[in-house]
């Protein structure tokens, strides 16, 4: 068998093997023990949560710059929603700030994958931080990288850039 015939079967076995790993994991992870497993997973990485404002340190940038901002943004959206509704125009408006795929108000869903509707955030200030926080990251006009975003999103970089290229794509075709 030549080398470049054992460097591929090699390979295979090591994606097999992954791939048998994650589905052992799987059901684990399903489970409440999937929220144990990444919270240790997460404090082995990045230290117990009382030095995260030292190991963190993008994190905590991020939760600074979007506190000085969450409560305007915030005021902003609810008295924008309130106009719609005093209006009646509500029903063909898409929150703004809910988690998930938006949706019109009162319509259904056609996309398979929205099984599970996301709430609408009703003004909790951790969920005002979160959800105004990921606003502010993917719209700005530099496209996302790892060593700019929050420690704490790094594993879901992908998503994001994914999610701010279609933030961009609307703008692009709202301003058309």
């Known amino acids: ?10 390979q295979e076995l090591q994606a097999e093997v992954s791939k048998a790993r994650v589905q052992m994991m799987q059901q684990i992870i399903k489970e409440s023990a999937g929220v144990e497993y990444l919270q240790k997973a997460f404090a082995d990485r990045y230290g117990p949560p009382e030095n ?3 190991s963190l340190p993008l994190t905590l940038q991020w939760i600074m710059t979007s506190n000085n901002i969450v409560e305007v943004e915030w005021s902003e959206h609810s008295d924008c929603l309130s106009i719609m509704q005093s209006a009646g125009q ?14 019109l108000v009162g319509q259904p869903s056609s996309s398979a994958a ?10 909790e200030k951790l969920d005002k931080l979160i959800r105004i926080g990921l606003l ?10 790892l060593q700019s975003i929050p420690e704490s999103f790094q594993i879901n970089l992908l ?14 075709i709202a301003t058309r």
């Open 1 to 10: 068998m030549s080398i470049l015939t054992q460097s591929f079967a090699k």
């Open 52 to 54: 995260a404002s030292a």
């Open 90 to 103: 509500a029903p063909a408006l898409v929150p703004v700030l809910r988690a998930g795929h938006g949706t």
């Open 114 to 123: 929205d099984t599970s509707v996301q709430p609408e955030c009703k003004g």
């Open 136 to 145: 502010q990251l993917i719209s700005s006009m530099e496209g996302l990288q």
């Open 159 to 172: 998503r994001l850039r994914a999610v701010q290229s279609q933030f961009q794509q609307v703008i692009v």
